[in-house]
């Protein structure tokens, strides 16, 4: 069984660095931290997919990460 959830981490690992890597760069977070004086502009489209399939990704590698140290 822990093999099996090892698998299945290993393979939502790899969606997750490219959900990630693929994401717009300096919205949101960049002007905290001094950045120009860009707008903040909405997701849509397939930036929108793109950023929950990442937040998904994450919930679910969690959540296997938890089960395999439970088990």
Known sequence: MNNILLII???ICALI???ILLQR???AM???FGGGGEM???RRGLDKKLFWAT???SI???AISYLN???
């Open 30 to 32: 960049g002007s905290a």
């Open 60 to 62: 679910l590698f969690l």
């Open 25 to 27: 760069r300096g919205t």
């Open 55 to 57: 937040i998904v990704l």
């Open 40 to 42: 903040y502009l909405q």
């Open 17 to 19: 660095i490219p959900a």
């Open 69 to 71: 140290i439970s088990l």
């Open 9 to 11: 981490q290993i393979v």
